[in-house]
């Protein structure tokens, strides 16, 4: 595959044959894999539930509220990583730090309710994925979600980090661009999650 390389925001940057640059094309690769994990993960919830005339439910056991205060967080946080983004386009390097900040700071508060709030509640009334097959595809499916937030708080606490570094910042910025890819997709998931578990 040919490669040429363009100058884009003050640095050389390399793009592939499609004129997409490297980076940005193995992140939209590696988020159309992580697209078919979570769609076979929510396929198989749906062909259980569906296939399953005495589904058993949550029992109500699931927080509505609780659902829709960490669905909101995380809309926010897509919001907070737009700014960061415009900010960075602006050459507000210190705007950009503020986003990034805030939307890490969101991220952890969806785990702190998920963890702390939600998943502990279940284990207080003894409700574990061997529980019956609901609540094992309720922990399988907001679990890995859950690690995907915690992977893109780091991949945000990294990009932070790297804005420190005046004379790098200029040839990784682009990378902001790429946490902002993940958070999207993950943000995404979630508002698939929400209504099949919560509502349904």
Same mark, same amino acid.
């Given at each position: 595959?040919?490669?040429?390389?363009?100058?884009?925001?003050?640095?050389?940057?390399? +793009? +592939?044959?499609?004129?997409?640059?490297?980076?940005?094309?193995?992140?939209?690769?590696?988020?159309?894999?992580?697209?078919? &994990?979570?769609?076979?993960?929510?396929?198989?919830? %749906?062909?259980?539930?569906?296939?399953?005339?005495?589904?058993?439910?949550?029992?109500?056991? @699931?927080?509505?509220?609780?659902?829709?205060?960490?669905?909101?967080?995380? =809309?926010?946080?897509?919001?907070?990583?737009? @700014?960061? =983004?415009?900010?960075?386009?602006?050459?507000?390097?210190?705007?950009?730090?503020?986003?990034? =900040?805030?939307?890490?700071?969101?991220?952890?508060?969806?785990?702190?309710?998920?963890?702390?709030?939600?998943?502990?509640?279940?284990?207080? $009334?003894?409700?574990?994925?061997?529980?019956?097959?609901?609540?094992?595809?309720?922990? +399988?499916? +907001?679990?890995? $979600?859950?690690? $995907?937030?915690?992977?893109?708080?780091?991949?945000?606490?990294?990009?932070?980090?790297?804005?420190?570094?005046?004379?790098?910042?200029?040839?990784?910025?682009?990378?902001?661009?790429?946490?902002? =890819?993940?958070? $999207?997709?993950?943000? %995404?998931?979630?508002?698939?999650? &929400?209504?099949? @578990?919560?509502?349904?």
């Amino acid at each position: 595959m040919s490669t040429a390389h363009a100058a884009t925001a003050g640095h050389v940057q390399t +793009t +592939t044959a499609t004129g997409i640059p490297n980076g940005k094309l193995g992140m939209w690769v590696f988020l159309a894999s992580e697209v078919m &994990f979570f769609t076979g993960l929510i396929g198989a919830y %749906i062909v259980l539930r569906m296939g399953n005339p005495a589904w058993p439910g949550s029992d109500g056991h @699931l927080s509505v509220p609780l659902g829709t205060a960490n669905t909101f967080i995380l =809309l926010c946080s897509s919001a907070t990583v737009v @700014l960061a =983004l415009g900010a960075d386009q602006e050459g507000a390097i210190a705007n950009v730090r503020g986003w990034l =900040l805030m939307t890490i700071l969101l991220g952890l508060a969806f785990l702190g309710i998920k963890i702390g709030v939600e998943y502990a509640s279940k284990i207080e $009334h003894h409700i574990f994925p061997s529980t019956n097959v609901f609540w094992s595809c309720y922990y +399988t499916l +907001t679990g890995f $979600h859950g690690l $995907h937030v915690l992977a893109g708080v780091i991949f945000n606490l990294w990009v932070l980090a790297t804005t420190f570094n005046g004379s790098a910042w200029p040839d990784q910025h682009r990378r902001l661009e790429f946490a902002g =890819l993940y958070w $999207h997709f993950v943000d %995404i998931v979630w508002l698939f999650l &929400f209504p099949l @578990l919560y509502l349904f």
